[in-house]
């Protein structure tokens, strides 16, 4: 009895300490996605992908370890998915909205995304990921705050505002879709959260966020373009950046931050000038612009009590070819190895100087002709997307018939180009190292990969060889979700390939990414005893090989309000 006793305290202690550790939450939303064409950013009327009638999106504000479910209303015409760009989706790629792990929702239907941030924080995007949706919006902002219990390594903001900053096309994307080719389309403009720059016009918005002198202020800036890299900065203002895609980076203070495609920053700025109204702008980089082109995105910083409209010339910043800038800032980006994140632990307890790596992977970013067609391929090989979901296919037929392991050349790149159904298998917990060589000499790249981090430990010139890792940071390398690489030159990676899955690794440039430069990693498994991984959801959208989709009208038409 006294053993019993003792048994009914153990299990009310555990509940206890479970009750204190679970205080996560369940964020419910419901999206319905629809085109407007009325809320473009110039006088000619676009097809915009809205969200509950907005562009950007709603923004996601969780907490680590909260439950997020997502009831997307599909009222495109055309099939839709969306993926949560750095959500890293533990154990569960069955929620991670790309074309290898999800059948797409079809037109008139709605599917409910579920899915957890675990151990997670930061700032992060979420976008369309199929169709080229992504050049015409649907894009938001996903903010992960820490709990309560953990200490952040800043005081606390006095407010934050998400700037999402991207380039942008005035014409149809199904139009740009349909033509695209070997010409290279320049963007038009650059948007912040949707808007034209100051002084554009008279009958758009402009984006103007208020401030109290005194005050800090945390920007969490995002590149949700297609190609362009920027150099984002504040008139008169210096900023202190403090996070990067869910890692907290030692505070480095800067005039200006170039953000890349795919890309997210966390910065503190001061309001500790006078009373005015300041310029906030993003510069593209590797392109010659003046102060007044559309391709330079103007937004205000207003002061509260400010009597004048924003004046004197742009802040300037650096040359926009100088890559020696731009790789020696990307450089100084460093992981603060003595904050916590996620968890109250050091981010430093992951130490990376001398983990024994098993495997050295090389992807060439290029593009070649193939059967006529312009493609872009990793190694040669260009993605062709089955219609059967690479997750589907390897949960239930071990991948017969879909996608052969082993063909992809994971070293070199083939000789003649070609389409395949890259899928590259990789070790459990294993350490590996990932070279991404950009092979364009005029053009910036920038990679990421679902379910991970990347822990960026090199950049060079050239191409990579077994003597450039003498250069290596592995003191204190930054861990984050996507990583530039620069014209003609390569980046280094590590990461650590704990969460097993079908994972999306791909270029987060658009164009590059539609037409074949991705490919899959699939992280497995061997011992099913405890199950390692999530079992399908219960509402598993089935497509390809294992039946058509939902008919449009299988589900009930959203109502205002939802
Ligand atoms: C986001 O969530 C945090 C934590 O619950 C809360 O303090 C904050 O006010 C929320 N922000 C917005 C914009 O909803
Ligand atoms: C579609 O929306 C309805 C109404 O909100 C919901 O009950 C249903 O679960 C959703 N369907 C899917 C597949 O998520
Ligand atoms: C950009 O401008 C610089 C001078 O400022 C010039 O040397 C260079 O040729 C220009 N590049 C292009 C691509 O127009
Ligand atoms: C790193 O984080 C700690 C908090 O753990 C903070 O006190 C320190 O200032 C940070 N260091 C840098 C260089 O940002
Ligand atoms: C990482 O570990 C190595 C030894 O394995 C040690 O020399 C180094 O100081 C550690 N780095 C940090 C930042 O703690
Ligand atoms: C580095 O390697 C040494 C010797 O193999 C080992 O004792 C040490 O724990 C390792 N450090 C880390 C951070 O893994
Ligand atoms: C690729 O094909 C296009 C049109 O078919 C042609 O104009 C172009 O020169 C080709 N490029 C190469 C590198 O062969
Ligand atoms: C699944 O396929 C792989 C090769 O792609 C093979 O090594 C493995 O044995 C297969 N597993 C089963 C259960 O058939
Ligand atoms: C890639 O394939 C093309 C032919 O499609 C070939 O001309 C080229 O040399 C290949 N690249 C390499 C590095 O082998």
Known sequence: MGSLDHLTWSIVALLVVLLSRTNAEVINLRWVVAIDYTSGPSAYPQPIITINGGHPGPLINATTNDVVNVNVFNNLDEPLLFTWNGIQQRLNSWQDGVSGTNCAIQPNTNWTYSFVVKDQIGTHTYFPSINYHKLAGGFGPIRVNNRIVINVPFAKPEAEFDLLIGDWFFTDYKVIRSRLGASTEVPDIILINGKAPYGYSALKPYESVEVTKGKTYRFRVSNVGTTLSFNFRIQNHKMVVVETEGSYTNQITLDSLDVHVGQSYSVLVTADQEDADYYIVATPKLLNTTDDSPLVAKGVLHYTESGSPVSGSLPTGPDPWDIDFSVNQARSVRWNMTAGAARPNRQGSFNVTNVTLSETIILHGSHANISGSFRYTVNNVSYFTPNTPLKLADYYVNGSGVYQLGEFPTQSVKED????????????????????????????????????????VGFGEGEWTVGSRDTYNLYDPVVRSTVQVYPGGWTAVYVFLDNPGMWNLRSQHLKRWYLGQELYVRVHDDDPNPAKENPPPENLLKCGMFGEPIAPGGAPEPQPGW
């Open 417 to 456: 180009a070609d389409y395949g159904v890259s899928v590259v298998s990789a070790i459990h917990k294993g350490w590996h190292e990932i070279i991404f060589q950009n092979d364009a000499l005029m053009s910036m790249d920038s990679w990421h990969l679902d379910g991970f981090g990347f822990y960026v």
